[in-house]
C-alpha cells in the first residue's frame, strides 16, 4: 500500500467511528460542541501516533504472552504526557475534556491499532497509519460535535447564529445517538460511490 493510501485509509475505508464503529464512549459522551470534538480527537490523535511508534519499534522483541500489557503501558505513558501537558499548558481544555483523557489508554482505537497495524508495520508506516486515523477520527468527533451543536444551541465552535433556544436533546445523550446514527448511514452511502 502506498505511503498516501495508508493516510486515506483513515479518513474512508477504516474511519474509525463511522466504519469501524470503535471508540464510542468519547464519541458519545464528548461531542456536545465542535470544539469539544475537535479537542478529543486531536487529544487521541497524539496518543494513537506515538503510541504507533513505539509500538513498531518494540514488538520485535515483546513476547507474545505479554504484548498486550507492554502495548497498554506504552499507552498509558503516552496518556500520562498528555494529561501533564494539558494541565500545563491548556488547563481549561483539560478541565471540559476531564476523565475521556485518562480513557484514552482503554480506547480500542489506540489498542487496536497497535495491535493490527503498529506490531506488523515499520515506524514509518506506523506513523502514517495514526495520522490517518487519527485525522479520521478527528474529522468524525467534530463533525458529530458540529451538527450536535448546531441543533442543540444554534451554535458552532461557541458563535452563536440562531437565536433562541435549540433541541436540549441534541446536547445530551440521546442527541448523540441520533446525530451518530444518522451520520454514519449517511458517510456509508456516501462512501459507496
Known amino acids: 500500500m502506498s505511503k498516501f493510501g495508508i493516510i486515506t485509509k483513515g479518513l474512508l475505508k477504516e474511519n474509525p467511528t ?3 464503529v470503535l471508540g464510542m464512549c468519547p ?4 461531542t456536545t460542541s465542535a ?17 504507533n ?29 498528555l494529561q501533564l501537558l494539558m494541565q500545563a499548558f491548556v488547563p481549561q481544555v483539560y478541565e471540559t475534556l476531564g476523565l475521556f483523557i485518562p480513557l484514552i489508554v482503554v480506547n480500542c482505537i489506540v489498542l487496536g491499532r497497535a495491535e493490527a ?31 450536535r451543536e448546531i441543533l442543540g444551541s444554534g451554535a458552532i465552535f461557541g458563535w452563536k447564529f440562531i437565536t433562541g433556544d435549540g433541541i436540549l436533546a441534541f446536547v445530551m445523550a440521546p442527541g448523540a445517538f441520533i446525530v451518530l446514527g444518522y451520520l454514519m448511514v449517511l458517510f456509508n452511502k456516501l462512501a459507496k460511490r
Open 18 to 20: 463511522f466504519v469501524l
Open 27 to 30: 464519541t458519545l459522551a464528548t
Open 35 to 51: 470544539m469539544n470534538g475537535l479537542e478529543m480527537g486531536l487529544a487521541t490523535m497524539f496518543v494513537l501516533i506515538l503510541s
Open 53 to 81: 511508534i513505539v509500538i513498531s519499534l518494540i514488538s520485535p522483541v515483546v513476547p507474545d504472552k505479554v504484548h498486550i500489557p507492554v502495548y497498554i503501558v506504552v499507552i498509558a505513558t503516552f496518556v500520562t504526557v
Open 117 to 147: 497495524f503498529a506490531s506488523k508495520n515499520s515506524v514509518g508506516d506506523s506513523a502514517l497509519d495514526g495520522i490517518g486515523i487519527g485525522i479520521g477520527f478527528t474529522l468524525s468527533l467534530t463533525v458529530i460535535g458540529i451538527v
